[in-house]
């Protein structure tokens, strides 16, 4: 494992084989990275989806259970209490949707968002630096062995003063481009660290408590409201 | 609608069509209930469902925290310190996991097992009864048309004694399932107020808060452990 941490930019020009293959590793190091980054925000998106499925789901619930209503029962006598817990429930899970709701607005926020932002500015940079630093070579090694056949002739003079020209232009985009790529791979290595740690921040961090607190006190009312008017409720559990 | 709570036994062995007609109505309320009860059950194993996502996409994520371990970095300059807090993390996200899995087991247990069982003893029971009810009345039937065919003449006399024992058993078969149905669907309408409020009393009550508040306080730890550690956590948010 090499003990250098960035890619020299006074290199670039000289672009030496040992720049080359210290070049290499930084490359493999981003395709790696690239690589657990896709696989790491798989994982985040399937908690932020399983986060948005539980919206959803009680939605889906709360509704149900003031379809009860709606039903016409043939027999609908003593419905009223049924129909007013129902009511009751529905109006906690719409409670509890609402927090769950805020819950994933801030799993998209604070987790899947920096993490995408990552992959989409700085590891699609380097990979389109390296796109146009490869470019910028070949047309480079092309104006060169253009210049390596020029014949030796006297009366050519103008000519190769045209290719050399050629030549030199093609050495400074090539230059220029592997400046702007050793320098967004450096910044790669720097931004790496945060970025692989800042979305499990967002997932853990304070923003959430206020919600897990109100979720939690709705659920507590719930139970003690319903626990005085259901002297039945015991009946399953004690079988 | 009709001001009857209950089927009277005592008609059942009447059978006669006021009695049959006031069995329809409490059979298209025990219809109306069972279709109801299972789109309420499709609601409510779709909160189970999502819960249990959240247990999978838990364990998901943390074994994705781990494996950056084994990514094999070319540079692997200062993964110490990255690699230290993904494992943190990733305990984090256990011990949430842990807490979703139980979170899961409750809603299964409190919520879906009533609703379950519901479905499959007590509308599975009167559906049953049902059948057996129309399958002794149509035996009946049969059995009375025989004997209303049979020749008046006197040597015939022993042939239709037998026919009418025949009559005879058919009618207390059929009076006994009468009396079975009856019953079933007169605790049907007993139960149905119950079995409608009891899963959402497991989907609200106390079990969980125990989970819940072990769940905060998970997450305030590791809020507080990582701000000391990572003053770069804000730069997001201050962009």
Same mark, same amino acid.
């Given at each position: 494992?090499?003990?250098?941490?960035?890619?020299?930019?006074?290199?670039?020009?000289?672009?030496?084989?040992?720049?080359?293959?210290?070049?290499?590793?930084?490359? *493999?190091?981003?395709?790696?990275?690239?690589?657990?980054?896709?696989?790491?925000?798989?994982?985040?998106?399937?908690?932020?989806?399983?986060?948005?499925?539980? %919206?959803?789901?009680?939605?889906?619930?709360?509704?149900?259970?003031?379809?009860?209503? /709606?039903?016409?029962?043939?027999?609908?006598? &003593?419905?009223?209490?049924?129909?007013?817990?129902?009511? +009751?429930?529905? /109006?906690?899970?719409? *409670?509890?949707?609402?927090?769950?709701?805020?819950?994933?607005?801030?799993?998209?926020?604070?987790?899947?968002?920096?993490?995408?932002?990552?992959?989409?500015?700085?590891?699609?940079?380097?990979?389109?630096?390296?796109?146009?630093? &490869?470019?910028?070579?070949?047309? !480079?090694?092309?104006?060169?062995?253009?210049?390596?056949?020029?014949?030796?002739?006297?009366?050519?003079?103008? !000519?190769?003063?045209?290719?050399?020209?050629?030549?030199?232009?093609?050495?400074?985009?090539?230059?220029?481009?592997?400046?702007? +790529?050793? %320098?967004?791979?450096?910044?790669?290595? +720097?931004?790496?660290?945060?970025?692989?740690?800042?979305?499990?921040?967002?997932?853990?961090? &304070?923003?959430?408590?206020?919600?897990?607190?109100?979720?939690?006190?709705?659920?507590?009312?719930?139970?003690?409201?319903?626990?005085?008017?259901?002297?039945?409720?015991?009946?399953?559990? *004690?079988?």
């Amino acid at each position: 494992m090499p003990t250098v941490d960035k890619l020299l930019l006074e290199e670039a020009l000289q672009d030496s084989p040992q720049t080359r293959s210290l070049l290499s590793v930084f490359e *493999e190091d981003a395709g790696t990275l690239t690589e657990y980054t896709n696989q790491l925000l798989q994982a985040m998106q399937r908690v932020y989806g399983a986060q948005n499925e539980m %919206c959803l789901a009680t939605q889906q619930l709360s509704k149900q259970l003031l379809a009860y209503e /709606k039903q016409h029962f043939a027999l609908g006598k &003593g419905d009223e209490e049924v129909i007013s817990t129902l009511h +009751y429930f529905s /109006k906690v899970v719409d *409670e509890l949707n609402v927090l769950h709701s805020e819950l994933a607005k801030q799993l998209a926020d604070t987790m899947i968002l920096p993490i995408i932002q990552f992959r989409e500015k700085d590891l699609t940079e380097v990979s389109t630096l390296k796109d146009l630093f &490869g470019l910028a070579s070949t047309e !480079h090694d092309v104006s060169m062995a253009k210049y390596s056949r020029l014949p030796k002739r006297k009366e050519n003079e103008k !000519h190769k003063a045209e290719v050399a020209k050629e030549v030199a232009n093609a050495r400074r985009k090539q230059h220029l481009s592997s400046l702007q +790529y050793y %320098c967004a791979l450096n910044a790669l290595q +720097y931004r790496k660290r945060v970025a692989m740690m800042e979305p499990m921040l967002g997932y853990t961090r &304070g923003q959430h408590f206020p919600s897990w607190h109100i979720m939690l006190s709705i659920l507590m009312r719930s139970a003690h409201h319903k626990e005085q008017s259901m002297p039945w409720r015991t009946r399953r559990t *004690e079988q």
